[in-house]
DNA sequence: CGCACCATGTAATGCGTTACATGATTTT
DNA sequence: AAAATCATGTAACGCATTACATGGTGCG
């Protein structure tokens, strides 16, 4: 599904993979993130598929860059991908909580250590997503002009991960204190 | 990973790689999961690795199974890894949020759907665990004695589930107005 | 008679991570 | 002088999914 994020940023401008890796930091990692080696893996394949078409950029200041562009089958491929009705849940994997679901016989100072850790972890990525990510997009729609409504998506998606954080801090918190009280 | 979540419940008893599964469909689900095929080539890697030993049972009425049991070996690992500290953050990848994120011109209509859709699955997800897992929490209490701090463990990751799903829910039902009202 | 459940496995394929490999420029 | 950033890629490995393969029991 990689496929589908590259194709999705290069919707809106030509970019090298380097340059699709940094977009996608700042703006999708709390949903979607991969590394750039995969990236590069990924426009290859994209390219033999004929749903990008690259050339290689010569730069004096910088290394040579390769540049890839959406092509029109890549864009409709795009837009089925999006328009195709999603009906399962996407699966998720959280090992602390699956590592706290076998701690009961752990010992307790060791179980609030991991807690505790994990409940500063997500402080700070939610204050992240507050603070940091609304001026990531704030940038991307002043780029250009009529990304109005893609700037209002951008912002829900971004709220999503504040409010998850913030959940999942919540939620922390009444563990350490059941842990505190019960063990 | 799943070699641990494995090396959890058969810290507990004594189990076949079926029985793994259905006890992983009906408490970690919404945080870890597994194919049947995956588990048990995993268990095998266990016991390669002697963490885990198994004997075939011989069953008249139902097929053989084979036995797996955790070594004094397994236990130490297992407590291990628990008590090992999560430094980061758990990935996610979530492809509806990746979908809407590049959705904004995408047909109002399609949207819609997509989004309404979504929620729904996430209200269904939400009443299952409000009203189902709370009883198979019961149930796994209730086979031995001694397990109390387990089940306020496992009740613990279950209302993470459900709140979660709340959240998602509401989530989405903000995303649904957004997209009714402003585009 | 057909379907669901019990029960175990292998093989092919796909996707992702980590490590390896290179090398220039810019900032501290 | 060292570290970070820019820039691209390959190779080995690991983990997960899907498909294939088999076969008995119990229920409606």
Redesign the pocket.
């Known amino acids: 599904?990689?496929?589908y994020a590259l194709l999705g940023f290069l919707s809106y401008q030509p970019m090298?993979?380097?340059?699709l890796k940094?977009r996608m930091d700042s703006s999708t990692t709390h949903f979607w993130?991969?590394?750039?080696?995969?990236i590069?893996?990924?426009?290859?394949?994209l390219e033999e598929e004929g749903l990008v078409e690259?050339k290689?950029e010569e730069?004096?200041?910088?290394?040579?860059?390769?540049?890839y562009q959406i092509t029109e089958k890549g864009q409709s491929e795009l837009s089925r991908w999006l328009a195709l009705p999603d009906v399962s849940l996407s699966?998720k994997?959280e090992t602390i909580i699956l590592k706290l679901f076998f701690s009961a016989r752990l010992e307790r100072e060791t179980l609030l250590t991991q807690l505790r850790l994990q409940r500063d972890l997500h402080r700070q990525q939610q204050a992240y997503y507050r603070d940091v990510t609304p001026r990531a997009i704030q940038a991307a729609g002043a780029e250009f002009a009529g990304l109005e409504k893609d700037a209002l998506l951008w912002e829900a998606t971004r709220k999503f991960g504040e409010d998850y954080e913030a959940l999942y801090v919540r939620w922390l918190e009444d563990c350490i204190q059941l842990v505190e009280k019960q063990f």
């Open positions: 599904m990689l496929k090298s993979g380097y340059e940094q993130h991969a590394k750039l080696s995969q590069y893996v990924t426009l290859k394949a690259s290689l730069q004096t200041e910088r290394p040579d860059k390769r540049n699966p994997k």
